[in-house]
Nanobody, 123 residues
């Protein structure tokens, strides 16, 4: 069982930066692939980025590639998302997720989800 708690959301202007953190509980955290998804009002949940269980591979959606960066620290049971050059279209609730697969970029393969943290980017 893994519990995930996100933090770091907030409001910024276009071009600003935010860093989201996801703290995980569970002794086997190091074996989980992790990802961030987001959901904007009136839209379906969208994949943002995934990282392999050992941090060796990452996959970004085209919409955030070059602006966002994910990192996983198995010693601290956490995964962070650095978001730079934010745009109004990045406004959404951001969810941290854990998968028992070693690597996954599809929401249906993720077993555990955080409660989400709001990110708002104003123009």
């Amino acid at each position: 069982q893994v519990q995930l708690v996100e933090s770091g959301g907030g409001s910024v202007q276009t071009g600003g930066s935010l860093r989201l953190s996801c703290a995980a509980s569970g002794r086997t955290f190091s074996r989980y692939a992790m990802a961030w998804f987001r959901q904007a009002p009136g839209k379906e949940r969208e994949f943002v980025v995934a990282i392999r269980w050992n941090g060796g591979d990452t996959h970004y959606s085209d919409s955030v590639k070059g602006r966002f960066s994910i990192s996983k620290d198995n010693t601290k049971n956490g995964v962070d998302l650095q978001m730079n050059s934010l745009k109004p279209e990045d406004t959404a609730i951001y969810y941290c997720a854990a998968s028992t697969y070693s690597y996954a970029n599809v929401a249906s393969l993720y077993d555990y989800w955080g409660q989400g943290t709001q990110v708002t980017v104003s123009s």
